[in-house]
């Protein structure tokens, strides 16, 4: 899965209306989503590093 698909994944699914239970599910998913971009952001800032994928991130 790459950054892109798991950043519209989850944004996807925080679409749906949560119980109060689950507001924490909601919140980690917030932080989820905000940490793949950032995450994203430094590889096309540092393209010229080399990069290890995270484990189930695929190529584009």
């Known amino acids: 899965m790459t950054l ?5 994944t989850l944004k996807n699914d925080q679409r749906r209306n949560y119980t109060q239970k689950e507001n924490n ?3 980690a998913q ?3 989503i ?4 950032r995450v994203e952001a430094y590889k096309k800032a540092h393209f010229n590093l080399h990069y290890t994928p995270m484990p189930g991130e695929t190529e584009e």
């Open 34 to 37: 905000e940490a793949l971009k």
């Open 30 to 32: 917030g932080l989820g």
């Open 25 to 27: 599910i909601y919140k």
């Open 4 to 8: 892109d698909e798991a950043i519209e």
